[in-house]
C-alpha cells in the first residue's frame, strides 16, 4: 500500500514541477479550489492532527468540507509552488494519517486529486487499475461520501477490472472514469457510458 502511495505523490510532485503560475492558478475539478489548492491540501495528510483538524472544523462552524478548503488555502498562501512540491517528494514514503482515516483513505485520495488537477490542464493521467481497484469498494461503501446512495438503482461496471456494485440499468467504463464518479466527479462520468448514464447525470 505505502509503495502504491509513494508512487502516486511522487508521480504528482513530477506533474507539478512543469507547471507554469498560470496552471497553478486553474480551477481544479473541486469547485472552488484551485490546482495549487488541491496540491497543498495532499500535503496535509500526513501532517494533521485529530486536535488540529477538529480545532479547524470548529472555525469551520462544523461544516467539514469548509475546513479542509479553509486548511488547503492557508497552507497554499504559505508556501511557494517549489516548496509544496518538496513537501509531496519528502512525505512519499511516510506511513501516516489522520487517526479517523481509513488505510485506503491516502491512497484514494491521491488517484483522485491526480485527476482533480490534470483534467482542467488537459493533462492524461491513468492510474494502473490494480491500485484503482481497491478504491472503488472503499469509495462505494465509505457513508461520508454517499456513492451507494447517488448510484441507487444503477448497476455499476468496471470495464477494466471484475469490480461491479449495485442494480438496475448499467452504467460500464475505466475504473478511473468510475472512482471519479463515485467521488462525486460529474467530469468522471464523461468517460462513462450505458443506460444508465441518464440517471447518473441527474444526481451530479
Do not use: Y
Not at 509503495?3 to 503560475?21: C, F, H, P, Q
Request: aromatic letters at 4%; proline letters at 5%.
Amino acid at each position: 500500500m505505502l509503495d502504491d502511495v509513494a508512487s502516486e505523490r511522487l508521480a504528482l510532485a513530477d506533474e507539478l514541477s512543469g507547471l507554469t503560475d498560470g496552471e497553478w492558478a486553474t480551477p481544479s475539478l473541486c469547485a472552488g479550489w484551485t490546482v495549487r489548492d488541491v496540491a497543498a491540501h495532499l500535503t496535509l495528510s500526513t501532517r494533521t492532527s485529530v486536535p488540529r483538524f477538529a480545532w479547524a472544523a470548529l472555525k469551520a462552524r462544523g461544516d467539514v468540507d469548509r475546513a479542509f478548503a479553509d486548511e488547503a488555502r492557508e497552507r497554499a498562501g504559505r508556501f511557494t509552488a517549489a516548496e509544496l512540491i518538496a513537501q509531496l517528494r519528502e512525505m512519499a514514503r511516510v506511513d501516516r494519517r489522520l487517526r479517523l482515516s481509513g488505510p485506503l483513505d491516502p491512497l484514494n485520495d491521491l488517484l483522485v486529486h491526480r485527476q482533480d488537477i490534470a483534467i482542467p490542464l488537459g493533462h492524461a493521467v491513468e492510474a494502473p487499475v490494480d491500485r484503482v481497484e481497491p478504491c472503488l469498494a472503499h469509495t462505494w461503501s465509505a457513508p461520508f461520501v454517499g456513492a451507494a446512495k447517488r448510484f441507487a438503482g444503477v448497476r455499476l461496471v468496471a470495464t477494466d477490472c471484475g469490480w461491479t456494485e449495485g442494480e438496475g440499468p448499467e452504467l460500464r467504463g475505466p475504473a478511473s472514469g468510475m472512482l471519479l464518479a463515485l467521488n462525486g466527479r460529474a467530469a468522471g462520468l464523461d468517460r462513462l457510458e450505458g443506460p444508465g448514464l441518464e440517471i447518473a447525470r441527474s444526481r451530479h
